[in-house]
C-alpha cells in the first residue's frame, strides 16, 4: 500500500500542478475565439420590462437606449412565416389558446395590453406595440446588432427558414444560435455551422465536471457563449415552476458550484462569452459582473445601460 501512495501521490500532484497551470494559461493550448462582436449590454425578449416583449416596438426601445444583442425566440407559422415569440403557445401572451403552427401570419392575436414580466414577479409591461413580429423584420430594422436566436422546438423547417434569413441579411457573424436542448443544437449547427453558438444545458453542465475534475484546460470547445441563470433571483425575482428549484438550499448549492471565478476567467481567457440572466435589479447586475459576467441578460435595458454609463464614468 505504501510503495502504491509512492506512485500515486506524486501523478496526483503533478496532474493537478499541470492542470492549474493550463487553466490559468489556456493561450499555450487554444487559440482565442475571436467573434465578431462583444457585448455588455443584452436585452432579454427585447427588454420586456419596458415594452410588450418580443415587439418591433420592444426591440426599438431596446436598441435607442443602447443594447448591443437581442435575444429572442422563434417559431413557425401554418403559412411557413418566421414570427418572435417566446411560447408556441399564445394563451399567456395574448389570452387565445391556440398556437402559432395552427394559424397563418395574418390571423395571429395580438399581444394583451397588459403581459407579466416573467421574471420580475408582479410586474406588468405595456407598450402601444402589440403585434408579434416577423424575424425578418428584426433583421432587416436592426442590420448591425446582434441577436441571439432560441430555438424550443426540433423543427428542421423552422431551423432551416431561421438559417436563410441568416444568410439573406448576411449576418451569419452577428447571429447566435441558442438552445437549451442538444439535440435542437446539433440540427442548428448542422443547418449552418457557420453562426457561433452558445452552451446546451447538456453540454454545460458537462463543462462544469470537466473543470472539477481538472480536465478543462485540455478539452476543445466549439462554443462563444455560455449563458446561464444568476441564482440569486430565483424565488425572488423569478419564481420556478419545479418544485426542487423553490428549496433555498438546492440554490445555495447551485450557486457555490456555478459561479466559479477561476472557471469564469478561464473560459473568458478562451474567448468565451458569459452572459448572466436575467438581471432586473441593480444589485443583481452588480451581482453578475462580480461574479465575472461578460455580459448581462435584462428585461429593463434602460436600468441596465444607466448602469453600465455610471461605472464607466466611475474608472
Not at 499555450?28 to 420586456?48: D, N
Not at 416573467?118 to 413580429?133: E, L, P, Q, V, Y
Not at 431561421?162 to 437549451?180: F, G, H, P, Q
Not at 448542422?190 to 472539477?212: D, G, I
Request: glycine fraction near 6%.
Amino acid at each position: 500500500m505504501a510503495s502504491y501512495l509512492y506512485y500515486l501521490l506524486p501523478a496526483v500532484g503533478g496532474y493537478a500542478l499541470t492542470s492549474l497551470y493550463f487553466l490559468k494559461n489556456p493561450h499555450f493550448l487554444h487559440k482565442k475565439k475571436q467573434t465578431a462582436f462583444y457585448c455588455t449590454h443584452i436585452s432579454h425578449r427585447g427588454g420586456s420590462g419596458e415594452r410588450i416583449e418580443n415587439t418591433m416596438g420592444a426591440f426599438t426601445h431596446a436598441a435607442e437606449v443602447g443594447t448591443e444583442m437581442l435575444e429572442l425566440d422563434c417559431h413557425l407559422t401554418k403559412d411557413s412565416h418566421v414570427v418572435v415569440s417566446h411560447d408556441e403557445n399564445l394563451l399567456r401572451q395574448t389570452g387565445q389558446d391556440v398556437n402559432i403552427s395552427s394559424l397563418n401570419l395574418e390571423e395571429l392575436p395580438p399581444y394583451k395590453e397588459t403581459l407579466e414580466v416573467t421574471f420580475k414577479a408582479g410586474h406588468f409591461s405595456t407598450g402601444s406595440d402589440r403585434n408579434i413580429a416577423l424575424l425578418e423584420d428584426v433583421f432587416r430594422k436592426f442590420p448591425q446588432i446582434a441577436v441571439n436566436i432560441e430555438v424550443k422546438e426540433n423543427n428542421s423547417m423552422l431551423i432551416e427558414k431561421i438559417s436563410d434569413l441568416v444568410k439573406k441579411y448576411n449576418r451569419e457573424a452577428i447571429s447566435v444560435w441558442a438552445s437549451v436542448d442538444s439535440t435542437i443544437m446539433e440540427n442548428c449547427r448542422k443547418t449552418n455551422s457557420s453562426m457561433p453558438y452558445m452552451f446546451t444545458v447538456k453540454r454545460a453542465l458537462k463543462m462544469l465536471l470537466l473543470y472539477y475534475t481538472g480536465l478543462l484546460p485540455f478539452v476543445p470547445l466549439g462554443e462563444s457563449f455560455l449563458q446561464f441563470y444568476l441564482p440569486q433571483i430565483i424565488n425572488r425575482e423569478y419564481i420556478p415552476e419545479t418544485w426542487i428549484l423553490r428549496s433555498r438550499l438546492v440554490i445555495f448549492l447551485i450557486e457555490r458550484l456555478t459561479l466559479r471565478k477561476g472557471m469564469f476567467k478561464h473560459l473568458r481567457d478562451r474567448g468565451i462569452q458569459i452572459h448572466l440572466f436575467v438581471c432586473n435589479e441593480e444589485q443583481d447586475i452588480e451581482a453578475a459582473f462580480a461574479a465575472g459576467a461578460t455580459g448581462v441578460m435584462t428585461d429593463y435595458p434602460t436600468l441596465l445601460s444607466n448602469y453600465i454609463r455610471r461605472h464607466k464614468q466611475d474608472t
